[in-house]
């Protein structure tokens, strides 16, 4: 089968690999669409970023990780009799799964596993050959991790990955019903937060970003004003919040730049959501904490937060329809890349891959 495999030489390779056999609780799904995300770009670049933001440390990665870990398609074969009720079910994927008897498992909290497994990432598989992944014509998952829909195409479908991340990352603000938030980086995961934000009740959303190319998507979602980063950012804000700032920050891009300006920005028993993780050094001053500020960060989702977001998602409570910018043939996988890259002048905001 054709596949996107990840080497050592940080080069991405549209290939043929051997079509993946499911071993005992796995199903075999073939793949319908599969999304490139902003990890993915940072993995070409050398980085490990579910290390980085699981575990806290920078891992070497393995070589041949056949990318993607958003993706929907059909199951095909099962391993088990159990599972045959699966077979030409449409199913969207939630790509990882957990010790089960760990400290954090045992706590509800099995999205901080140490010891996960992770399609698309190659965590936890030991030595393959080709570690699984989304970007190929086929991949075994395990068949409590497939999600059976109808109402949705299969391009929404696997958006749910990082609409769950989105949702896990409001889930953390302890109150939003009638407080305004800003949601910093306008991309896939921001403007979805702007969505839950909007449905959780806040009252103003607000959108900053250095390129405007998604302004457009963050209104349709609820933003009330979108704002170019300049050094009058936060200054802007709290004219418009009444000198107070406001109560939630959600920062996705995890830049020095955009942590200062959530400091400044955040209000008075405000929390401030960090939701990339990477070796970024920043520095702050305990004062900066004052009032009973709090920052927490953001790993990963629970299942349930997928799965709240598929039941949306079907009522169409949530849309993802704008965000889904780009269709292209898994060949073309590069191509794609290469746009996400440039998504200033290419207006990429999410790009689909069709094996």
């Not at 990665?61 to 056949?66: L, S």
């Not at 109808?150 to 603000?173: M, Q």
């Not at 407080?179 to 959303?205: C, H, N, T, W, Y």
């Not at 920043?282 to 039941?311: M, P, R, W």
Request: proline residues 3%; charged residues 25%.
């Amino acid at each position: 089968m054709k596949a996107v495999v990840l080497k050592r030489d940080g080069k991405i390779h549209y290939m043929d690999v051997p079509r993946p056999v499911p071993g005992r609780g796995e199903v075999l799904v073939h793949v319908k669409a599969c999304g490139i995300c902003g990890s993915d770009l940072r993995y070409l670049q050398g980085e490990n970023p579910w290390s980085e933001q699981t575990l806290g440390i920078k891992t070497e990665n393995p070589e041949n990780i056949i990318l993607g870990h958003e993706f929907a398609g059909d199951v095909v074969e099962v391993a088990e009799q159990s599972d045959e009720y699966l077979l030409g079910k449409k199913v969207a994927v939630i790509v990882y799964t957990t010790c089960g008897t760990c400290e954090f498992c045992r706590h509800d909290r099995m999205n901080l596993c140490k010891n996960t497994v992770h399609i698309g990432h190659g965590a936890g598989w030991g030595n393959m050959e080709y570690y699984p992944g989304g970007m190929a014509e086929y991949c075994q998952v395990w068949s409590d991790k497939v999600y059976p829909f109808e109402k949705i195409s299969y391009e929404e479908a696997s958006t749910l990955d990082f609409a769950a991340v989105a949702l896990s990352s409001v889930r953390k603000i302890p109150k939003i019903f009638a407080e305004d938030a800003v949601v910093i980086g306008a991309g896939p995961i921001g403007l979805m937060a702007i969505q839950f934000l909007k449905l959780s009740g806040a009252r103003r959303v607000y959108c900053i970003d250095v390129l405007d190319y998604s302004f457009e998507t963050a209104r349709q979602f609820g933003a009330d004003d979108c704002l170019l980063v300049s050094k009058n950012t936060v200054s802007e804000i709290l004219k418009r919040t009444e000198g107070l700032g406001v109560t939630a920050v959600l920062d996705t891009v995890g830049a020095v730049e955009s942590q200062k300006m959530a400091f400044g920005i955040c209000k008075v028993k405000g929390t401030i959501v960090n939701v990339a993780s990477n070796e970024n050094t920043v520095q702050i001053q305990l004062s900066d904490l004052y009032g009973e500020k709090s920052i927490v960060s953001v790993a990963n989702a629970k299942d349930q937060y997928f799965y709240d977001c598929l039941k949306m998602m079907e009522a169409q409570r949530i849309n993802v329809k704008p965000l889904l910018t780009d269709r292209l043939p898994l060949a073309q996988v590069k191509t794609g890349f290469e746009r996400l890259m440039i998504r200033g002048q290419s207006g990429a905001i999410k790009v689909i891959l069709v094996p």
